[in-house]
């Protein structure tokens, strides 16, 4: 089993720049979570999707953020314009099924400056 | 919201020992589940526990259910090296489909 795939491994991009992330859940997972952690503010949810759908979107921190997926194997998380407050790391992770556990990619690391 | 209190916040130990760390909430939670992350990884699952009460072990790690369902605790029993890293205590509750609320993490540091 591969895994949660994310891509990149690390991003460095200038204030106002669009940045996208990607993610590929593992086969036959159908709920897809993207977290964001700082040393400040830990795991925090940003969204998440059950069956390419998004369920719970209220972790967004302002519309600049924006999340799609489009099938069941792939998933965005994009921002724009992205500001140095967004430096974070952003983790994608999936679950088979209602209430099983998360499992988590290795994360992208983003440096806005 | 619901908060998780996750103690201690680190913790420095000379291998052999045991380590033990514990999560409180606010609220009652249906799961709580205990993960590792080292840097540059994501977290991953050390332990699953659904039910309170449940005492579930995995190796030298055991962790608690509580009985009032608000909190966990994780021992690790004659730690290694490579039990350094990071732990998180996260808690799901009813209706909440798989959204986890996490702990703020216990650093572990290990010494020969």
């Known amino acids: 089993d591969a895994g949660v795939i994310q891509s990149p491994r690390h991003e460095v991009t200038e204030m106002g720049q669009e940045v996208t992330l990607r993610c590929k859940p593992i086969?036959?997972?159908?709920?897809l979570f993207w977290y964001r952690q700082t040393m400040m503010r830990g795991l925090e949810l940003l969204i998440y999707?059950?069956?390419?759908?998004?369920?719970?979107d209220s972790g967004m921190p302002e519309d600049r953020f924006s999340a799609k997926m489009p099938n069941a194997s792939f998933s965005t998380l994009k921002i724009q314009p992205s500001e140095p407050r967004d430096s974070a790391v952003y983790f994608c992770?999936?679950?088979?099924?209602?209430?099983?556990?998360?499992?988590f990619g290795n994360g992208t690391r983003l440096t806005v400056t | 919201g619901q908060q998780l209190n996750q103690s201690p916040q680190s913790m420095f130990i000379q291998e052999g020992e045991d380590v033990s760390m514990n999560c409180t909430s606010s609220?009652?939670?249906?799961?709580w589940l205990w993960y590792k992350q080292d840097p540059g990884e994501g977290p991953v699952l050390l332990i699953a526990?659904?039910?309170?009460?449940e005492l579930t072990s995995n190796g030298r790690l055991t962790a608690q259910f509580g009985i009032t369902r608000k909190d966990s605790f994780l021992n690790i029993s004659a730690s290694i090296p490579s039990d350094v890293g990071i732990y998180f205590c996260?808690?799901?509750?009813?209706?909440?489909?798989?959204?986890?609320?996490f702990g703020t993490g216990t650093r572990l540091q290990v010494t020969l």
């Open positions: 992770a999936s679950s088979s099924q209602y209430n099983s556990p998360l499992h």
């Open positions: 996260a808690g799901q509750s009813v209706g909440t489909a798989s959204k986890l609320t």
């Open positions: 609220s009652i939670f249906n799961t």
């Open positions: 999707f059950n069956n390419n759908v998004p369920i719970d």
């Open positions: 526990l659904y039910k309170a009460g």
């Open positions: 086969s036959g997972h159908n709920s």
